[in-house]
């Protein structure tokens, strides 16, 4: 799955067409011998993008097809190839262009005109390929200092593995491997909803305007969570945990 999370820090970069040119060609490949770029580079890995709105649009928009395809085709007068680039993208970018929107300890400079500017450098598309999208707010002192303990990484390992388990077995005999990479077909016969499921969904549907495309998304997290929980059916409470997990989409 793919991750977007807000964070609270202030680093600015602004670069210039030349350089958004290079990033671009740096990222899903090109030149005038065509070489593959880092969405290739990541196939079956994670590609993580810091500052994500500080991309130049073009630069940005370029990740469509591999996150909807998982392949990447560069054409260039020499030939036309296609990669593979099969990635789990991982990005950050702050609350606000001052990076404070929303800290009780500072105040933001940013009238909300800026925020959503500056918020809408990320396109509506880009966003729904995007399968989550989470607040992650500044780390207080007392809860850096506390010696409460939470789950081992062992007991998060063994969750996830025995989730990944359920879904091999799910998809045994066909060409994927985990809820992420469903098609609509498998999506309608193993995100089956009850009435309960379907009236939540339909609520935030209208009410948060959202696509088809993330419809899908927050079918596949449902079912994720579920499996994590061991449950051979969605329940309203895996929905709605799944539909917090957009957050963003408020500003769409």
């Given at each position: 799955?793919?991750?977007?999370?807000?964070?609270r820090?202030?680093?600015?970069?602004n670069?210039?067409?030349?350089c958004?040119?290079?990033?671009?060609?740096?990222?899903?490949?090109?030149?005038?011998?065509?070489r593959?770029?880092?969405?290739?580079l990541?196939?079956?890995?994670?590609l993580?993008?810091?500052?994500?709105?500080e991309?130049?649009k073009?630069?940005l928009?370029?990740?469509r097809?591999?996150?909807?395809?998982?392949?990447?085709t560069?054409?260039?007068a020499?030939?036309?190839v296609?990669y593979?680039?099969?990635?789990?993208l991982?990005a950050?970018?702050?609350p606000c262009?001052?990076?404070y929107y929303?800290?009780?300890?500072?105040?933001?400079?940013c009238?909300?005109?800026?925020i959503?500017?500056?918020?809408?450098?990320?396109?509506?598309?880009l966003?729904?390929?995007?399968?989550?999208?989470i607040?992650?707010?500044?780390?207080?002192?007392?809860?850096?200092s506390t010696?409460?303990?939470?789950?081992?990484?062992e007991?998060?390992?063994?969750r996830?593995?025995?989730?990944?388990?359920?879904?091999?077995?799910?998809?045994?005999?066909?060409?994927?491997?985990?809820?992420?990479?469903?098609?609509?077909?498998?999506?309608?016969?193993?995100c089956?909803?009850?009435?309960?499921?379907?009236s939540l969904l339909?609520?935030?549907?209208d009410?948060?305007?959202?696509s088809?495309?993330?419809?899908d998304k927050?079918?596949?997290?449902?079912?994720?969570?579920?499996?994590?929980?061991?449950?051979e059916n969605?329940k309203i409470?895996?929905?709605s945990?799944?539909?917090q997990?957009?957050?963003?989409?408020?500003?769409?």
């Amino acid at each position: 799955m793919n991750f977007l999370s807000k964070t609270r820090c202030n680093i600015t970069l602004n670069p210039s067409p030349y350089c958004t040119m290079v990033i671009d060609v740096s990222l899903v490949g090109g030149g005038t011998f065509p070489r593959p770029g880092e969405v290739s580079l990541a196939h079956n890995g994670v590609l993580f993008l810091d500052e994500l709105p500080e991309f130049g649009k073009s630069v940005l928009e370029v990740l469509r097809q591999p996150l909807e395809d998982g392949f990447v085709t560069v054409t260039r007068a020499a030939a036309a190839v296609t990669y593979p680039a099969r990635f789990m993208l991982v990005a950050a970018l702050n609350p606000c262009p001052c990076g404070y929107y929303g800290d009780g300890r500072k105040g933001c400079k940013c009238n909300m005109h800026e925020i959503q500017r500056y918020l809408k450098k990320i396109s509506g598309p880009l966003l729904d390929r995007i399968d989550i999208h989470i607040e992650v707010p500044a780390v207080k002192y007392q809860q850096l200092s506390t010696e409460a303990v939470g789950d081992s990484s062992e007991m998060i390992k063994k969750r996830v593995n025995d989730a990944r388990n359920i879904q091999r077995a799910r998809f045994s005999g066909t060409k994927i491997y985990c809820n992420a990479h469903m098609s609509s077909r498998h999506i309608k016969k193993f995100c089956v909803l009850d009435e309960e499921g379907h009236s939540l969904l339909k609520t935030a549907i209208d009410k948060f305007n959202l696509s088809g495309r993330a419809y899908d998304k927050v079918l596949k997290v449902s079912r994720t969570i579920a499996d994590l929980e061991k449950e051979e059916n969605i329940k309203i409470q895996h929905i709605s945990e799944a539909l917090q997990y957009r957050g963003l989409d408020r500003y769409f």
